[in-house]
């Protein structure tokens, strides 16, 4: 369970540590481990989605590219909500798994939501 995560640059003759603060995970998320701090990692999760994707649908019509970047940053968000921690969140080596999980879960709660339709 990370609680903090080291990265080093250097600027200029100077080597800059940043630490993630222990206080500023968000509460109610899964793990309770996301934080601020994540953009630069979810930046490169949405990107990393969007290539997924673009993958397995080479010949998608125009339409479907347009789409595809909201798309990708709606199925990060709920990746990252639902991930117990930054580790697993963050391990490309499960990536498509998880998406075909996601896509599995979303299709379920809207055949679902559509059954309550009909019915009321």
């Keep these: 369970n990370k ?3 080291v990265t080093f640059s250097t600027w200029g003759n100077m080597q800059v540590r940043l630490t993630r603060p222990k206080n500023t995970a968000h ?3 899964n793990g309770g481990w996301q934080s601020d701090w ?3 990692e979810r930046r490169r ?3 990393t989605i ?6 397995r649908k080479p010949n998608a019509p125009q339409a479907w590219l347009d789409k595809l970047p909201q798309m990708a940053k709606r ?12 580790d ?3 391990d490309v080596n499960t990536l498509k798994q ?5 896509a599995m879960n979303i299709g379920k709660n809207k055949k679902l939501h559509q059954a309550q339709a009909a019915q009321a």
Aim: hydrophobic residues 40%; proline residues 3%; glycine residues 2%.
């Design 3 to 5: 609680s903090f995560r």
């Design 27 to 29: 509460r109610g998320l």
């Design 50 to 55: 969007v290539h997924l994707l673009r993958e």
């Design 88 to 90: 697993s969140y963050n």
């Design 45 to 47: 999760m949405i990107a």
């Design 98 to 102: 998880r998406l075909q999980q996601l």
């Design 38 to 40: 994540d953009v630069e």
């Design 75 to 86: 199925l990060e968000e709920l990746l990252y909500r639902s991930a117990p921690s930054f």
